[in-house]
C-alpha cells in the first residue's frame, strides 16, 4: 500500500524520519502542513500512484472533492509530526477518519476499548459479598471508598456526598469524631434519605455503630474493644463490618466477629504512613484474609507530594496485594481531587488484564505531564531577541479589571459589572464584545490572567490576579 504524505517544510524532517521504512511518498506544500489546499493536494497525487493519503490532522479544508476526482482516500493524520510514527503501522489495519485526526481518534477508541473491558470483568465477577448492589471482591473491580471526616459538624454533607460518588466514590464513608452523639448520627444518616448507594460509618463507639446501623451499609471499624458490645447488633442488622488488628490480632478479632454472626467481613491489616512503617506494614496484607481493606487515604494525607501520583502507586499496590476495597479522603486541600483520581488508578488497575504493567491501557492518570513531549519545530526567520516587558503601568481608559475563580467559573469584575465564564476565551470575548479593553497591551495581559485563571481552575489551584502560580 503506497501513501502519500503532504507535509509543510516546518515538520518535512519529522516526517521523513516517521516514513522511513514503509511505502510512503514525503512530498512538501508550503511552510506548514495545516494550510494545504484541495487544489494543492490534488497536483501531488495526479503526480503518482497511491492508494491512501495521510493529511495532517490540523488540516481544516474538506478534501471530499479530491477524493471523489480521484479515487484515493485521503484520511486526517495525527495533529502532531511527532506521532505519526504511531499511526502509520496500523493504516490499512484499522479504520482512520476523514473528519477526526488519529491520534484522537485512537485515543477515543482505546479508551471506549478500556471501558469496555472494565465492564466485562465487572459484570464476571463473582464477588465475596454485595453491598447495596455494588459488588465487593472476588476479582471484582477494587472498590473506592471515600471518607468524610466529621460528618456530624459538615456544612453541606448531602452536597459533599453526592458528589463523592459523582466523581467515582463506590461507597461513602462517614467518620464521626469523640464528639458526636447518637442523635448526632441519626441526623447525618436521615440527611441522606433518598441516596440508594452504599454508605458506611467510621467510628469505633458502641453507640455511635448502633445510631448508625438504622442506615449504614458497611461499619468501620470493629476489634475486640467493641466486638462483644456491638457485634451481635452489626449482625442482625445486615451491615458489613471492617476488622482491624486492635490488641487481639486480626485473626482472632476475624473470628469474633464472625461467631457475632456478622456474615460479611473485610480485613484491614492497617497500612502505616510513608516513613512509619508503610513498607513493613506491607508485608501484613500478604497473608490475611480476603476480602481486604487498603487505607491509602492516611498514606497521601501524611505526604506533602501531589495526590495524583501518590493515589496511581497505591492504587498498584493495593491491587498486589488483592484488596476489595481501598480507602481515600480529601480532607485537606492538597488531597483535593483524590476520589477521582483514586477511582481512575483503580480502573486502570481493573484493566490490566495480561498487561504486565498499567500502561498503555488505554486510560491513564497524567494531569501536569505527558507520556511523550511533541517536539515540533519552530517557525522560521529572522530572530529578534524580545526585550524586558516595560515595568511601568498605563491605565486603560476602558477601565481596570479584577479577575478571580469561584466554584468552576472565572469571574471578571468591570465598572460595577461581573462577568462570569468557563474559560479564557469566553471572558475575553465577552470583554472585548462589551468595550471593557481598549489598549493592545491591556489586552494582552488580559491574555496572560485569564489563561491562568483558566488552568488554576483546570488543576484545581488557586489564583490570585498578578500573584505568581
Not at 68 to 74: A, D, H
Not at 242 to 264: Q, R
Request: charged share 25%.
Amino acid at each position: 500500500m503506497r501513501i502519500l504524505l503532504p507535509t509543510g517544510s516546518l515538520t518535512a524532517d519529522i516526517v521523513r524520519k516517521a516514513a522511513d521504512g514503509y511505502d510512503a511518498e514525503v512530498v512538501v506544500a508550503g511552510e506548514i502542513a495545516a494550510f494545504l489546499t484541495p487544489a494543492d493536494l490534488k497536483r501531488m497525487i495526479s503526480a503518482g500512484a497511491y492508494d491512501m493519503v495521510i493529511v495532517s490532522g490540523m488540516s481544516t479544508a474538506s478534501f471530499a472533492s479530491v477524493e471523489e476526482e480521484t479515487g484515493v482516500p485521503v484520511y486526517r493524520g495525527p495533529r502532531h509530526a511527532a506521532d505519526l510514527g504511531m499511526i502509520l503501522p496500523l493504516a490499512g489495519k484499522i479504520p482512520l477518519s476523514r473528519t477526526v485526526p488519529a491520534d484522537e481518534l485512537f485515543a477515543a477508541e482505546r479508551r471506549e476499548a478500556a471501558f469496555r473491558r472494565l465492564a466485562e470483568v465487572e459484570e464476571k465477577a463473582e464477588p465475596e459479598f454485595v453491598i447495596r448492589g455494588t459488588k465487593i471482591g472476588g476479582g471484582s473491580r477494587m472498590k473506592v471508598l471515600a471518607e468524610i471526616m466529621d460528618a456530624h459538624r459538615h456544612p453541606a454533607l448531602r452536597e459533599t456526598v453526592e458528589e463523592h460518588f459523582r466523581r467515582g466514590a463506590d461507597i461513602v464513608d462517614l467518620g464521626f469524631g469523640f464528639d458526636a452523639a447518637p442523635e448526632d448520627v441519626e441526623r447525618c444518616f436521615a440527611a441522606l434519605d433518598g441516596i440508594d448507594r452504599p454508605l458506611a460509618a467510621d467510628t469505633q463507639d458502641p453507640a455511635l455503630i448502633r445510631a448508625a446501623l438504622c442506615r449504614a451499609d458497611l461499619i468501620l471499624s470493629l476489634h475486640e474493644g467493641n466486638i462483644p458490645a456491638i457485634g451481635h447488633d452489626v449482625a442482625a442488622a445486615g451491615a458489613a463490618a471492617v476488622i482491624v488488628p486492635g490488641d487481639a490480632g486480626l485473626d482472632a478479632n476475624l473470628k469474633a466477629a464472625e461467631a457475632a454472626g456478622i456474615a460479611a467481613l473485610i480485613a484491614d491489616p492497617l497500612l502505616q504512613p510513608a516513613g512509619s512503617g508503610f513498607v513493613a506494614s506491607l508485608g501484613n496484607f500478604s497473608g490475611a484474609s480476603r476480602p481486604l481493606f487498603f487505607g491509602a487515604g492516611n498514606v497521601v494525607e501524611l505526604l506533602d507530594a501531589d495526590s495524583v501520583g501518590a493515589n496511581a502507586l497505591l492504587a498498584a499496590c493495593a491491587h498486589e496485594v488483592g484488596a476489595a476495597v481501598i480507602f481515600t479522603s480529601e480532607h485537606s486541600d492538597k488531597t483535593r481531587g483524590s476520589v477521582a483520581e483514586m477511582r481512575r488508578a483503580t480502573e486502570m488497575m481493573a484493566v490490566m488484564g495480561d498487561h504486565p504493567y498499567p500502561k498503555d491501557l488505554g486510560i491513564d492518570l497524567f494531569v501536569l505531564k505527558e507520556k511523550r513531549r511533541r517536539r515540533e519545530p519552530g517557525p522560521e526567520g529572522e530572530r529578534l531577541d524580545a526585550p524586558p516587558a516595560p515595568e511601568g503601568f498605563i491605565p486603560d481608559p476602558a477601565g481596570n479589571l479584577r479577575i478571580a475563580i469561584e466554584e468552576g467559573w472565572i469571574l471578571v469584575g468591570h465598572k460595577g459589572r461581573v462577568f462570569w465564564g468557563r474559560t479564557a476565551a469566553d471572558l475575553a470575548a465577552a470583554l472585548v464584545e462589551n468595550g471593557c479593553v481598549s489598549r493592545l497591551d491591556h489586552a494582552a495581559y488580559l491574555g496572560r490572567e485569564l489563561a491562568r485563571a483558566e488552568t488554576a481552575l483546570l488543576l484545581g489551584r488557586s489564583y490570585v490576579q498578578d500573584g505568581r502560580f
